[in-house]
């Protein structure tokens, strides 16, 4: 029988608190560092978490968590999943980041959102040649590295059912779940051989369980369970279940042999579904009554009223993070700018895991044991509710009164546009950002260390632009942009200067392999207190008689790369932030700028798991993009850029946005979303991204051609614009460079 715990969390930050394992990585890949150096750094980042998280109080402590890049790219390492054109790299280290970030002859493997979170995942590629086989050498040197440092470890894995409903079938494979039959075996044989090595538990993680799924898919949850249950010798399976709730998928998982199943309790209406199933009663409930995914505080007295409605229906109870805490700040320590009460009313990783404990002790102990950490949190809670910065009486009037989102008809916005524009036919263009190179981002350091001041710090950004500038008139683009060199962030940056919204100045979260993000808090109402990018644009313009893009983020995407507010609806925040945006474009238009662009990336992203959702969130999201782009008049151009995603689901959305062009993704898609767009009778300006800006490869001009030429198929001439597939900060200068000419000359070339 199995030892049954008290107090965890599903999985842990691994980037370093100091984003240790970032620059260690970056300078293997650099070449400064060399592997056993890297993997020095990695240990001791796992001994510390480890270390912190049993010295904190639980008693099972996830491992495996760690990645060196992505722990889906993990899975298929261990089921001998990576791609064949991978297989001829000689190091195992190379091969993984080789699929991960592909080099000069290797494309990487697809990069995607992790559910509806900021986190992206590698989507495995399948094909019917593909052989899986076990490599559990990770997972498992992991539990053993926890166990002879006395850790309670607790192994995590992707799930069979996630793993391929997640992967992506190439070269005519028929859907991925047929070959479910294929990985159980290796799943089963993994178990045995973690059960061998000492673990108790293991975490089967099958977040894909929680959106829309069909019958047929469902049913294979069962299959895989009942199987995986059936093993002889294993650990104890916790089916960790996060982001949302498990509906039909509920009671199906309930019925086969696993022991534990964890419920992400933040989501409204799980509690009321555990209740209902009976076969619950015989399971170990691991209760996410602490967000893992936003930085609020707990509400102590709440969670411990959930923990007691479940009390009756599980057989024995745990107190959990929701889901990894890999989308939380480390800690709050050091946040120095965060003060009090603000500061009091969040909780980041450290603190939900205290939070945690505090609650599996008041289970054990009775609540009296705790009752000065209770009073702690009711106090915040009050200080919270009652503060005046959440509620500004003006914003919402000025919502209230209504604000016009109409636009006169496209077709004649286009007319005065052309006038106004002159472009030529197939304009080409940028997306925004151009390199974020280590001289900008220590500028940005040392004015935050006050080794310069202000107008030295405005002034080498402007040496910046004005060299971005000269650049793209160099390279013969027809729009230009000033190059974001001012933008830590292109959310940060915005959020950094709008009332409502606190900065962290070390809460990195990871976004993808060794990309971080600082996710501002969005606590209040929001206001903008005065222009946020004016300067700049104006700045550039004067330097160049073509047009430059003003560059704007979206309030979708604003919202979708914050923590947000859990005291009111998202739709109430999104339309604050519109109001900010749209008196910004109003002062760039006033300043001469005459093309206005809002990304809005993350449109896609906040789609809820569920599709019953679906229709409301996206009335928001276009209604706020509508308040922040219908300000200006018809001869100022509204550009909307979109990446990161699939757009199948909301190709209509698309349309109703109203854009004069829309930049989109398109290079790793082949130009599909075109003939999407057309499907929809889209008929305004756009934009497909001709060649990939994830990698480091330069396109070749025929390469960028054969784009167009793919591109002219579905979409005529007058239409089309010319631009990569996303910004160019991650880029190096001299790969931009040669890109861009490329592409200027392949547009050149066809027209
Ligand atoms: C477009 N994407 C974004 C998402 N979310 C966002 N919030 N922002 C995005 O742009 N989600 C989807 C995608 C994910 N893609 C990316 C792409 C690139 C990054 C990235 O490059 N992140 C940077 C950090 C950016 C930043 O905040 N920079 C600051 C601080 C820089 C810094 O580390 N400074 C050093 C000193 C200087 C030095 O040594 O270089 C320091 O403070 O120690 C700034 O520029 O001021 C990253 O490095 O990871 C993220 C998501
Ligand atoms: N304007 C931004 C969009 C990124 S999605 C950029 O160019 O980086
Ligand atoms: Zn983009």
Redesign the pocket.
């Known amino acids: 029988m199995s030892i049954e715990f008290t107090a965890t969390v599903l999985g842990s930050a691994r980037i370093g608190p100091n984003r240790e394992l970032?620059k260690a990585v970056e300078s293997y890949w650099a070449g400064t560092l060399d592997a056993a150096a890297l993997e020095s750094v990695a240990r001791t980042l796992r001994e510390n978490t480890w270390r912190e998280l049993v010295a904190a109080g639980l008693d099972s402590v996830p491992v495996n968590t760690f990645s060196y890049y992505d722990h889906v790219l993990d899975t298929a390492v261990m089921l001998g999943a990576l791609p064949e054109r991978v297989q001829g790299i000689g190091s195992e280290l190379d091969r993984y980041f080789a699929a991960a970030r592909g080099n000069e002859t290797v494309a990487p493997l697809e990069m995607t959102k992790w559910f509806d979170t900021?986190y992206?995942y590698l989507v495995p590629e399948i094909s019917p040649a593909t052989t899986f086989s076990l490599h559990p050498e990770k997972v498992l040197a992991e539990l053993e590295e926890a166990r002879a440092l006395d850790v309670p470890a607790r192994p995590v894995v992707v799930g069979p059912v996630t793993f391929l409903l997640l992967s992506k079938a190439v070269g005519g494979s028929a859907p991925l779940l047929d070959r479910l039959d294929e990985i159980l075996p290796l799943y089963a044989e993994l178990l045995t051989t973690l059960a061998d090595a000492g673990a108790e538990w293991v975490q089967i993680d099958e977040p894909a369980l929680v959106a829309d799924r069909t019958q047929s898919e469902i049913d294979c949850a069962k299959r895989a369970y009942d199987f995986l249950s059936a093993v002889s010798t294993r650990p104890a399976i916790l089916l960790a279940s996060y982001f949302g709730d498990l509906g039909a998928a509920l009671p199906v998982l309930a019925s086969t042999g696993i022991e534990g199943l964890s419920i992400d309790l933040t989501v409204p209406g799980t509690v009321e579904h555990v209740a209902v199933v009976p076969a619950l009663a015989s399971k170990h409930i691991v209760a996410g009554v602490v967000d893992g995914r936003n930085i609020w505080r707990t509400d102590l007295d709440r969670a411990l009223a959930t923990l007691a409605s479940l009390m009756g229906s599980a057989g024995t109870l745990a107190v959990s993070s929701s889901c990894s805490l890999l989308h939380v700040p480390y800690t709050l320590d050091g946040e120095t700018d965060i003060v009090d009460p603000l500061r009091s009313w969040l909780a980041f990783g450290a603190e939900k895991v205290a939070e945690v404990t505090v609650l599996a002790r008041a289970l054990r102990d009775g609540t009296e044991s705790v009752s000065s950490e209770l009073d702690q949190a009711r106090a915040a809670l009050e200080s919270r509710r009652t503060d005046p910065r959440l509620h500004d009486a003006a914003i919402r009037a000025r919502l209230e009164a209504g604000v016009s989102v109409d636009r006169t008809p496209a077709e004649e916005r286009r007319r005065a546009q052309a006038v106004r524009l002159d472009l030529p036919s197939l304009p080409t263009t940028t997306i925004g950002s151009y390199p974020?190179t280590?001289q900008?981002?220590?500028a940005?350091?040392a004015l935050r260390t006050g080794q310069i001041d202000e107008t030295e710090y405005v002034s080498r950004m402007q040496s910046e632009i004005a060299d971005v500038v000269a650049l793209q008139e160099k390279i013969g683009l027809d729009v230009l942009v000033h190059g974001e060199p001012e933008r830590?962030?292109?959310?940060?940056y915005f959020a950094e200067q709008l009332s409502g919204f606190a900065a962290t100045s070390n809460g990195w979260v990871q976004?993808?392999g060794?990309?971080?993000?600082?996710?501002p808090i969005l606590y209040g109402d929001v206001s903008r207190p005065k222009p946020m990018t004016v300067n700049w644009s104006e700045y550039a313009q004067s330097l160049t008689g073509k047009p430059v893009k003003g560059m704007l983020t979206g309030p979708v995407t604003i919202l979708a790369?914050s923590f947000v507010r859990d005291d009111r609806p998202l739709a109430e925040s999104a339309a604050q932030i519109a109001l900010a945006i749209r008196d910004e474009t109003i002062d760039l238009e006033e300043a001469g700028i005459r093309i206005v662009q809002v990304d809005e990336?993350?449109l896609r992203e906040l789609l809820p798991l569920r599709s019953k959702d679906t229709a409301a969130y996206l009335e928001w999201a276009v209604r706020s993009f509508k308040i922040s782009t219908s300000g200006v008049s018809d001869d100022t151009q509204i550009h909307t850029h979109l990446?990161?995603s699939e757009f199948g689901e909301i190709i209509d959305a698309i349309v109703d946005l109203d854009a004069d062009v829309t930049s989109i993704e398109a290079a790793r898609s082949h130009m599909e979303v075109l003939d999407d767009l057309n499907s929809v009778g889209f008929d305004l300006g756009v934009g497909p991204g001709v060649y990939d800006i994830h990698s480091p490869r330069v396109p070749s001009v025929d390469e960028i051609t054969e784009s167009l030429r793919a591109a002219l198929k579905a979409v005529p001439a007058e239409r089309l614009w010319v631009n990569p597939d996303?910004?160019l900060?991650?880029r190096g200068a001299a790969e931009v460079e040669r890109s861009l000419r490329n592409m200027v000359q392949a547009a050149a070339a066809l027209r």
């Open positions: 970032k900021n992206h974020q280590t900008i981002r220590l940005r350091a830590n962030d292109m959310v940060q976004s993808y060794s990309r971080c993000v600082r996710p790369w990336p993350a990446c990161y996303c910004g900060k991650t």
